[in-house]
């Protein structure tokens, strides 16, 4: 990020009007000798219009620690909801976090509002995606491994539920990517369970909750990745 006293390494980024949102997740620390890689909670901001400019936001109340592997979606006007994460490097079991924090953009302030029902357990390098009232969790690496699971917050009501999925599911995967597909649909891509690297593709249906593998129809699929990103054009992603 151009400006900032640290280089990045993993960042979540988010489109919110004219602004786009970053919640640095990893940084290499240059105030250290030899340089350190670190969990960060630095927001910053680029203002799209203008002269497009990065400036750092410093947020009041009740945020998150510092950590990496998280996920930031828009969950309603001027509102950006945080889930999940790990506070180390190592990634170790203890450092996975479960906890869910909102930011009022337009007061730069944090709240930790209370959630309710299934919750998820801790998880990090997950993926998440919102349709309509409803915010998506798939996959991320777990105390108890990679999960495959699906999970659902209410976001009007703050409440997690684990849906029970058909279909034939991706197996379990955490650094995918993951993006509407129209309607109740989303497709998720990639991936790694830590020891294989993935280059298979998924639907699944919101509605009904019924997973459908997608098989490439010519020979230009994409290698295998993870850490990987992907967005949604009117008619490919």
């Known amino acids: ?5 640290d280089s990045t390494l993993t960042s979540k980024f988010l489109q919110l009007d004219t602004c786009l949102f970053s919640f640095l997740s990893l940084s290499l620390s240059s105030l250290s000798l030899p ?40 969950t309603g006007p001027g509102k950006l909801c945080l889930i999940g994460g ?21 007061l730069k302030g944090w709240m930790k509002p209370r959630v309710q029902g299934d919750l998820i357990p801790p998880t990090a390098f997950h993926r998440t ?3 309509n009232t409803n915010l998506f969790l798939f996959g991320g690496l777990t105390p108890s491994g990679p999960s495959n699971c699906v999970h659902c917050l209410n976001i009007n009501r703050m409440a997690w539920s684990k849906l029970e ?4 599911a991706p197996c ?7 993006v509407t597909a129209g309607g109740d649909f989303f497709v998720v891509y990639g991936g790694t ?4 690297t993935f280059d298979d593709c998924f639907l699944f249906d919101t509605s009904s909750s019924t997973w459908t593998p997608l098989i490439p129809i010519n020979s230009q699929q994409p290698p295998a ?8 054009t009117p008619d490919k992603h």
């Open 86 to 106: 790990t506070t180390s490097p190592d990634l170790t079991p203890d450092s996975l976090c479960n906890d869910l924090f909102v930011l009022n953009v337009g």
């Open 172 to 178: 379990p995967r955490y650094q995918h990517s993951m």
């Open 129 to 131: 995606i919102v349709i």
């Open 225 to 232: 990745r993870a850490n990987h990103s992907a967005e949604m």
């Open 193 to 196: 369970d830590g020891v294989n």
């Open 165 to 168: 999925t058909k279909g034939t």
């Open 1 to 5: 990020l151009c400006g900032l006293e």
């Open 35 to 74: 340089p350190s890689i670190i969990p960060s909670s630095s927001l910053t901001t680029l203002h799209t219009a203008g002269l497009g400019q990065w400036s750092v936001i410093n947020a009041t109340g009740n945020g998150p620690l510092a950590r990496q592997g998280v996920s930031v979606d828009k």
